[in-house]
């Protein structure tokens, strides 16, 4: 890195003592000088740019220029006919390749460079590294511990209309919305701050499109990727539209600890369940365990039978079923083995004093 800069150092000095030496336009050699050096500085903002461009946008960019100077050449020769305005031939020649370089960018993805063999057999899809990130997923804020342990990849793109609405949320009156606002902007500045991972902030919108779970969807599209979320809706009307989603809610559940029927676990009962006689218990991962038999057991460690396992897009649930037996023989030592050795002992003395009371 420090080489680079090194070289653009040297290469705007060069530049600026060039125009010093030999003045364009007859322009005092100074005045020379500062233009070399604005004219390097240029250059070099335009060559960083044009590193974060993709071969494909790059040869769509290059062919829509040429088309639209060719085209403006021909619409010159017409106008010919009627005007001699060299300015407006200037402005139709600046105009159409402004067009032809933007449309040619834009639509330059849509290129099937792998389909042309050798060079560009290796120019693979970049897009599909694309991982668009949603309002709901950056609030959340577990996006970015999944971000530090390197299991994600490629670009995190971030569309300018869900910045807006982090910052609506952000400048909201309720409390509770302006503070998840806040963490969301968090989220994005500490995803930012790590080296592996490259987050790109897009300006394409869809104004016809009000809604913004159907912008991301549209943007999706465009940029032919998948949508991280933990929406439920979001993530049901994406599929329809043939859209990949990356739901971290399915992820947080795929990873949460296997649990079959008949296992035992043991659980600490927080509340009383829906059902008779139900009890309500989470585990360390949120997961509910929802337990027969131990409404009378709230605020108490038991242990259950695992019964059924329900598993939904919305999370996982765990049944079991408590048995008093299971914890009988432990408060039968604990408590009623020192009374039974005891039992026979008031029977033999209690016998002669009611036969005394009695005569």
């Keep these: 890195m420090l080489d680079l800069i090194i070289v653009r150092a040297i290469f705007i000095l060069v530049l600026a003592i060039s125009a010093y030496a030999l003045p364009p336009f007859d322009l005092p050699r100074w005045i020379a000088a500062l233009c070399g050096l604005a004219l390097g500085a240029c250059i070099i903002f335009f060559e960083i740019r044009l590193e974060r461009i993709t071969l494909k946008r790059l040869i769509g ?3 829509g220029s040429v088309m639209g100077i060719l085209g403006a050449f021909i619409m010159s020769k017409v106008l010919s006919i009627a005007t001699t305005q060299p300015f407006l031939h200037v402005c139709l020649l600046l105009w159409m390749t402004y067009v032809g370089l933007i449309v040619g960018a834009a639509k330059g993805e849509m290129l099937n460079l792998a389909a042309l063999g050798g060079v560009f057999g290796g120019e693979k899809s970049s897009k599909k590294s694309f991982k668009i ?4 997923v950056i609030i959340d804020g577990r996006i970015a511990d999944i971000a530090e342990t390197g299991f994600l990849d490629g670009v995190l793109v971030i569309p300018q209309f869900v910045l807006r609405e982090l910052q609506l949320v952000a400048d909201s009156a309720d409390s509770m919305k302006r503070n998840r606002g806040r963490r969301g902007l968090d989220i994005l500045q500490r995803i930012q701050k790590m080296a592996h991972l490259h987050v790109q902030i897009v300006e394409e919108d869809f104004p016809q499109v009000r809604d913004v779970d159907m912008k991301l969807i549209e943007l999706a599209k465009v940029y032919d990727c998948k949508v991280i979320t933990n929406d439920f809706n979001l993530n049901k009307v994406a599929q329809l539209h043939g859209v990949e989603v ?8 795929s990873l949460k600890p ?12 927080l509340k009383e369940g829906k059902e008779y006689n139900q009890g309500v218990a989470y585990l360390d991962d949120g997961t509910m365990v929802v337990v027969d038999n131990a409404k009378k057991m709230i605020s108490k460690t038991i242990d259950i039978s695992v019964t059924s396992v329900l598993q939904t897009t919305a999370g996982k649930m765990i049944f079991g079923k408590f048995d008093e037996r299971m ?5 039968a030592e604990r408590h009623d083995r ?8 008031p029977v033999t003395n209690l016998g002669p004093e009611k036969t005394t009371i009695e005569s």
């Excluded at 990356?246 to 559940?253: H, K, M, P, Q, V």
């Excluded at 020192?338 to 002992?345: G, T």
């Design 258 to 269: 296997i649990v079959l029927p008949g296992e035992t676990m043991r659980v600490f009962i």
């Design 246 to 253: 990356l739901n971290i809610n399915e992820l947080a559940n």
């Design 61 to 63: 960019a290059a062919f």
């Design 133 to 136: 990130l949603d309002t709901s």
């Design 338 to 345: 020192p009374v039974r050795k005891s039992d026979p002992q």
């Design 327 to 331: 914890h009988a023989p432990i408060s």
